[in-house]
């Protein structure tokens, strides 16, 4: 079944729709937390429970078909399963999941990320990018003996303790539950795209690094203007405190060489996740040799205890990821397919933005590369389809939740045979025109039922 019938009732037609994935999520619910193994997946009344993938499709185990543009959180920019991939992962995993040794795979991976990223002189790769960033604020306090860490207010960084802080409203730096005072006591969130709050917090001379999202809290929510960016570049310089860009995201999707690339600014580190290990998982931490030499061990044993930090990690650059990361760098690194994606992107950006006009919808799609975002709380609907700019809005009200909404538009859009994380997508080289014009379908249809009951 490709498309379901959109009854009155959103919340009846999702659960009647679904009655495997209720089963499996009753299931669930006796086993995970919130019947589910990442926050962001949690849905209500239930989780959709995927079967199979394929280019832009996913397919749940009640057989119904999805235009996809979770896109792996990101991990993938070229569709489900792209051939050069899945092969690459296919072939090694007949010689072997993981020899716990070094390998051909994992110098070749490296290879290409000093290729591609500008100030990638070495690297260690890491099981995800939560570890890369977490490696990454070791490096700093290492190489500048300091202590502090500056960063934004909505901008995520993975989900350790020492950076999983301000992200969402009210964004303060408190410890949540499990969370070291003492170590969140050591984080200054500031907020975004303030150059004069950033001077004025690194005058004092204690700040180790100051990392952030190169285009904006969680890929551009709250864009972060390059003049922001080139700024922070010169003011960290000055103050003795490390750059760190987090690329998990922006890498190797805003440009062959990440966000750094396409701004042509040079952090002191930079760190990476998801298309990096090619849909596998996989993270690393590239940047100055100087500064990436506080992972190498020195001959001395009081200075190894002095400067050289511990990283093991079983599954680092394990060889299935190695595998994809290479096919997946190999294939993004002329700019092609980078270069596709954003157009699709912004023929998908312009059409929802057409039909908002239309139906008199007062919300805005927008976005800057492989991407849209849903702006719930617009005060007018678009003008057309190209009224997308959200500057000069407060960065409070872009970064709002508007939970009901996006649950609503998620389900309405699980009906209409799309799925979306509810507030922002990502798109590949899989969403082919042909696709494209499915989901505008879809999406008008959902909007005309988010209207029928009240919510648009
Ligand atoms: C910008 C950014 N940094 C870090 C992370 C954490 O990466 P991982 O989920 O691989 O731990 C994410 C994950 O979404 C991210 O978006």
């Known amino acids: ?56 499709y996913k397919w749940d185990v009640d057989g119904h078909r999805y235009v996809d543009y979770w896109m792996g959180h990101g991990a993938l920019l070229l569709g489900h399963n792209p051939p050069a991939v899945r092969d690459a992962v296919r072939e090694q995993a007949l010689r072997g999941t993981h020899y716990g040794a070094c390998h051909v795979k994992e110098v070749e991976w490296g290879e290409w990320v000093c290729r591609l990223v500008p100030s990638a002189e070495r690297l260690r790769f890491t099981a995800s990018g939560t570890e890369a960033t977490h ?34 409203e009210p964004y303060a730096a408190e410890p949540q539950a499990g969370q070291l005072r003492e170590v969140v006591d050591l984080v200054t969130v500031l907020p975004p795209n303030d150059i004069a709050a950033v001077r004025e917090r690194l005058a004092a001379g204690d700040v180790a690094a100051v990392i952030l999202e190169p285009t904006g809290g969680h890929f551009g929510v709250v864009p972060a203007p390059p ?48 298309i990096v290990a090619g849909g596998l998982p996989g993270g690393a931490v590239a940047g100055r040799a100087d500064v990436l030499a506080y992972l190498a061990t020195k001959a001395d044993p009081q200075e190894n205890r002095r400067t050289k930090i511990a990283h093991p990690g079983t599954f680092n650059a394990n060889p299935l990821s190695a595998a994809a990361g290479v096919a997946m760098l190999s294939a993004v690194a002329d700019g092609q397919a980078i270069r596709f994606a954003n157009e699709q992107a912004a023929k998908l950006r312009h059409g929802f933005n057409e039909i908002l006009a239309r139906e008199r919808v007062a919300w805005k799609i927008y976005g800057e590369h492989s991407d849209w975002k849903v702006f719930f709380g617009a005060d007018t609907p678009p003008r057309d389809g190209a009224d997308q700019s959200v500057a000069g809005i407060d960065w409070r009200r872009l970064d709002a939740k508007h939970g009901d909404q996006s649950r609503t538009l998620r389900q309405a859009l699980v009906l209409q045979g799309v799925d979306f994380n509810g507030g922002r997508a990502l798109v590949g080289t899989c969403h082919t025109d042909d696709v494209i014009g499915e989901t505008l379908t879809a999406f008008a249809a959902a909007v005309r039922a988010m209207k029928d009951e009240g919510l648009a």
Request: aromatic share 8%; no cysteine; glycine share 8%.
């Open 227 to 274: 003049a922001f960016v080139a700024a922070l570049r010169e003011e960290t310089r000055r103050a003795g405190a490390l750059l760190i860009f987090d690329e998990v995201v922006t890498g190797f999707r805003v440009a062959p060489g990440g966000a750094q690339d396409k701004l042509g600014v040079r952090p002191d580190l930079t760190t990476l996740a998801k």
């Open 1 to 56: 079944m490709a498309r379901l019938a959109t009854p009155p009732g959103l919340q009846h037609a999702y659960t009647d729709a679904l009655p495997a994935s209720q089963a499996l999520a009753d299931r669930a619910r006796k086993l995970f937390p919130d019947a589910v193994t990442h926050d962001n997946r949690r849905m209500d009344p239930f989780p959709l429970y995927v079967d199979r993938a394929d280019g832009a």
């Open 135 to 168: 490696l990454a604020l070791r490096l700093a306090r290492a190489a500048t003996g300091k202590r502090h860490v500056v960063k934004f207010a909505g901008h995520f960084h993975g989900w350790h303790e020492g950076l999983e802080i301000g992200v969402r």
